[in-house]
């Protein structure tokens, strides 16, 4: 199977910044867009940010301009690298890739989230 590890999550005062990363391995024949969600209290999932095989990205409104989606390829990972954080980014965030498992095998994987937290 394929597992997702997220790691770089914390607490961090408004204005700060973090970095996400998330690595996937398993059974792996290649990797299409691989992305980050966030869900808060008493709301529902929401994209933050995806980026495809081929680079291009795309971003929710509420993070333009304050973060970065990038991947590396050789190693199965995606980062997110988010800054001039606010409480209203307080959340777990979750990584998602979706992944071809065989030439013609694909499914949508999901990480078991790491929270982020912005208070003073």
């Known amino acids: 199977q394929v597992q997702l590890v997220e790691s770089g999550g914390g607490l961090v005062q408004p204005g700060g910044s973090l970095s996400l990363s998330c690595a996937a391995s398993?059974?792996?024949?290649?990797?299409?867009?691989m992305g980050w969600y966030r869900q808060a209290p008493g709301n529902q999932r929401e994209l933050v940010a995806v980026?495809?095989?081929?680079?291009?990205?795309n971003y929710a409104d509420f993070v333009k301009g304050r973060s970065t989606i990038s991947r590396d390829s050789a190693k199965n990972t995606v980062y997110l690298q988010m800054n001039d954080l606010k409480p209203a980014d307080t959340a777990v965030y979750y990584c998602?890739?979706?992944?071809?498992?065989?030439?013609?095998?694909?499914?949508?994987?999901w990480g078991q989230g790491t929270q982020v937290t912005v208070s003073s």
């Open positions: 998602n890739a979706d992944i071809m498992t065989a030439i013609i095998q694909r499914g949508n994987f």
């Open positions: 980026i495809t095989r081929g680079g291009s990205t």
């Open positions: 398993g059974k792996i024949f290649s990797i299409n867009a």
